[in-house]
Each structure stands twice: as structure tokens, then as C-alpha cells.
């Protein structure tokens, strides 16, 4: 009993991963999972890939967006990827989940080990149960391992800095397999580059001196190598990516996207915000304990070190640092709103056109806890027994948060919740399960009544990626990279119903990732919640340039009243017990 209580943040790390993985095998696809770029992007794309046997083909079209180049979709020589590949969407979906903890665990374990040597021992509680909230971060669900893998990459580089073995090269080479070069390996990189030129020229500065070591000497080249060898991999391992960017010619509706212009007052609200919220896609529930603690600490230590005359200590310290990029991060990510710099990055790079490089933000869910494990390390170091305990209390604090904090990412909290609410109300929360909003039955039911083969179509009040996920072809769809030509002809189709509101013709026309059927009344009619009830019955649609591309068929979630009128007849009405929608199928006259 003593040596478990010893160990006590073993129990709580394994205990946290079995009783996540009881969760969701024992609600299975009543799990609820969140949607928004997820359930209505990501996943449907592997399903598709894997209905139609393309994720290792070449030369291939998937059936979405009146058929693209697999070429755009995510990689098959990805980690999560192939998760799609070797299991079924949704225990391939828990498993990125759990993977995701545990890479981010072992990831800052390894990082930690690297950096304090001998003493790791000493703060392993520390590690651990820091390790643990950074992995259960509930981040961009599709890139969480990219994210959790963040503090291995520094660790290889910390490896290949200290002792140059091969194995180390190789593995940075191998680094993509977790990782994905739009959002994270192009930032890594440009990160390593600015650290080479920092060593060459301290290097130079040194030698200038006569104070360079032979050590000294070696790291410019040893970093080099290390940028050579992530570069190379990103181009192996993510092959498809580099092979659209750099032979590539077709316009896409990248030439067209427009991020808005923020005023200077937007601008800084936004820096402020993103410096003490965060942003959805990279969640790090930094707000209510870590960034307080960072804050006064980052006070009381630079306060000190003046008191002490000790500036050259500010600059010096990792802590001040840590927060320094996070400040910087913070900012890239408010200025990329402002269009005269946006367009001066543009101009000076044209190929960065349409590229959001304000995700520098992705890098400070980690940088927050970095910073806040040397706070808490520090209180180890105070020697004090009080300073170790309320460490620890504080690890405990910012884990119990993640967990139990509702936001959009956290699967576990709202399965849990929903099937507590199923429990004690005997009734359904609005939220749809994982079966239930792809509700493969209800679709099997209507493709078998319908004979359908193939053909093109279409969703209304759905989301396309339900039509995708079960197989069905469709017109419309959600991708941030396709042609704008095909843009400009789906535009046809939904023309009458943008010329209705001036809102969704701005977010379309300046956007247009998401080529959905519009209401002419509403900003939305794609709904993904249990209840659905809308005022206007009437569909907005040019069905004759709906025939042009090829459509046939259109599952609605809305009983259209002015079906005959807009050009459609219907084929059916469908429902399941396993199903909440009502499906009502029109093919076009």
C-alpha cells in the first residue's frame, strides 16, 4: 500500500485511460462526438475512401463535390489515417482519442527525462500528471495527435543537439507519420530554421571571441541536418500534399478566400482574447487556473530579478521566453486579421494566398503548460514539503478542468453527461450520438427503395457529410481546396437562395469551403441537433443547373411545400427507430 501511494499519479493516469475506454465501449455509437469540422468533414472523407478503395490509389476521384481529386484528402501515411483504414469509423475514432492521451503523455515524459537527466526522478508526479492533462487537452479532434506530439519533436532535437546518433535523424524523418505540414510541420520547421540561424550566428559570435567550445562548433551543422531530415520526411510522408502544391495548377477557391479586415481596436481585442481564451480548434483551458498562476509568477520572477540588478537573468530565463512566444503567437494570430498585412505576406509569397499562417496558435496549448510545469517545478525546488503538495494540487487542478469542462471537443464529458441524463430523465439530450447522425439504416432504407446506383445528389437540412459517410454521391460538401471553377458552377445551383440573404451570399462567395444547399430565409439550414423545426418550407434552388452537374437525387430533412414548383418530385418518406430524422427523398423532374 505504501509503494501505491508512492505512486499514486499511476493510478489516476491508467485509471483515467480505462475509464475512458470503458466509456466509449460501453456507449459504443451512442457516444456523442462532436460535429462541427468532424463529424462533418473529416470522418465522412476516410469512410468515403474507404467505400470506394481509394485510400491508396492514384490517379483517384472521390464522389463528393461533383468529384475530386483524392489527391486533396488527408494522406494515407498518417498515423490517424490509418486508424480509418484498419478499423471501422468509430472504433478507429476512440482510438485516435486514446492514442492521442497517451502520445501526449509519453511525448512530455520523454521531454522531461531529456531535459532534467538525473532528476527527473524527482518530479515525476509532476511529469505524469501534467503529461496526462496535456494529452486529454481536448483539441481539433482529427489533429490531436499532431498536437500531442508536439514535445516529442523538441525532444528529438534536443537529442540530435546533444548526441548526433542516427537513430535520432531517422526518427525525425519518421516525425510526419503524427504530424501534418499545413498546420504544424511547415511552422516546426521555420521554428528550427530561425533556431539554426540563432546557433550559426552565436557560434560565429563565439569563435570571434575565441570563447567557442568544439561542441560549439558542431550544433549549426547538427541543427541543419535535423531541419534536412523533418523536411525530407514531410515531403516523403505526406507525398499527395506536395505533390498538389508544387505540380498543381488549377485554381482553387483559395484565390478567392477572403479572412476579413479587422480595425486596430478588433485586432488587439482579438490578441487579448486568443492570449487568455485560446481558440476552439486548440482548446488549453489555460483560463481559470494555469494563466493566473503564469501571470503573478511571471511578476514575482522578473520583479526579483531587478530587485536583484540581475537583468541579464530576464533574458536568460526559459520561463520568459515561454511566455515570450506565446505573446508572439497571440499576436500573429491577431494581426492575421488585419488585411494590409495579410496582403503584404501575400504579396511578398504569393503562394501563401488563402494560408492561415495565424496557427502558430496550435503551438500554445503546449507552451501554456511548459510554462506552467516550471512554475510548478520551482515550488518543488522551494524544498518545502507545503511546496511539492500544492504542486501537485495544482497538476490535479488544471487535469480536473480539461476533464470536466464542457467545450466543443470534449467527447467523454458530453457522452457521460448525456448517458447521466438518459439515466435520471429517461429521455435524450439534443445532442445527436455518433449512429445517430450518420444514421446509416435510415439511408440504407432509402437508397434501397430508390434503386440508387451512384447518382449525384444533394442534402437540405442535412449535412452533406451524412449523405457521404453512407455512400451516397453528392454535389455538395465541406473542403477548404477544390477548384474554383467547380465554385463558381455549384454557385448556380444555390444562386436563388443567396440573392434572398445578403449573409450567406458575403459567407459563400468570400469562403465557399462549405458548398451547401441555402435557405432563402435563414442563415442556416443544416441542423445537427435532435430538435429541427424551421418557419419557411420553401427551397431556393436553380434545379435546372442541380440537372446540369449531373443531380439527381435530394434528401431533405424538410417536407418541401413548393417541391413541384422548385422542380423536384417525390420519391418517398423515410424513417427508422435507430434514426431521430424524418428523411424526405426528391429526385429532380
Known sequence: ??????????????????????????????????????????????????????????????????????DVLPGEFSLYTLLYVILPAYPAYVAGYLLKVIIGLASCILLAGELLGEKYGEYKPLVWILGLAYGALNVFPNFGICFASIPLVIDLLCKICRDP????????????????????????????????????GRTVYLKKKNAARREDSKLPLRVFLAVCALASGC???EYRLFRVMLLGDEVTIRSTMEAGSFTLGEIVRTILEVFAKGMFHAESMHTYLVLPVCIVYFFFLNIRYIKDRNIRGIFHDLYNLLFLA???????????????????????????????????????????????????????????????????????????????????????????????????????????????????????????????????????????????????????????????????????????????VEESRDYFDTWGARAYLYSGTELSIVNGSRTYHVEDTNICIDAQAFKALGGKYLFSRIELSNAKEAGFIHEGTFTHEKSPYTLYLYRVS
Open 235 to 237: 515531403i516523403v510522408w
Open 326 to 500: 506565446l505573446v508572439f503567437n497571440s499576436v500573429v494570430y491577431g494581426i492575421y486579421y488585419g488585411g494590409g498585412f495579410r496582403g503584404f505576406v501575400e504579396a511578398l509569397c504569393p503562394p501563401l494566398t488563402g494560408w492561415q499562417f495565424n496557427r502558430t496558435v496550435f503551438f500554445s496549448p503546449f507552451l501554456w503548460y511548459w510554462a506552467f510545469f516550471l512554475v510548478l517545478k520551482r515550488f518543488y525546488d522551494a524544498g518545502r514539503k507545503g511546496g511539492k503538495v500544492l504542486a501537485n494540487l495544482l497538476a490535479m487542478g488544471a487535469l480536473l478542468l480539461i476533464v470536466l469542462s464542457g467545450t466543443r471537443y470534449n467527447d467523454l464529458y458530453h457522452t457521460c453527461r448525456a448517458a447521466a441524463y438518459r439515466l435520471v430523465k429517461g429521455a435524450e439530450t439534443d445532442q445527436l450520438s455518433f449512429g445517430e447522425f450518420y444514421s446509416k439504416e435510415l439511408f440504407g432504407q432509402a437508397k434501397e427503395a430508390v434503386g440508387y446506383e451512384g447518382e449525384w445528389a444533394a442534402a437540405y437540412g442535412f449535412y452533406p457529410a451524412t449523405l457521404e459517410y453512407n455512400g451516397i454521391a453528392t454535389l455538395d460538401g465541406y473542403l477548404g481546396f477544390y477548384s474554383q471553377e467547380y465554385k463558381e458552377a455549384f454557385r448556380k445551383v444555390i444562386a436563388p437562395a443567396l440573392d434572398r
Open 165 to 200: 546518433k542516427v537513430k535520432w535523424y531517422v526518427l525525425l524523418f519518421c516525425y510526419p507519420f503524427l504530424s501534418y505540414f499545413s498546420y504544424f510541420g511547415l511552422f516546426i520547421l521555420g521554428y528550427m530554421a530561425l533556431f539554426f540561424l540563432w546557433i550559426l
Open 1 to 70: 500500500m505504501k509503494k501505491l501511494a508512492e505512486r499514486w499519479y499511476l493510478v489516476i493516469v491508467f485509471g483515467f485511460l480505462g475509464a475512458a475506454s470503458l466509456v466509449f465501449a460501453l456507449c459504443g455509437e451512442n457516444s456523442i462526438i462532436a460535429v462541427h469540422d468532424n463529424l462533418d468533414l473529416f470522418i465522412p472523407q476516410y469512410q468515403m475512401m474507404k467505400q470506394t478503395g481509394t485510400f491508396f490509389s492514384q490517379g483517384a476521384e472521390v464522389p463528393f463535390l461533383g468529384g475530386i481529386s483524392r
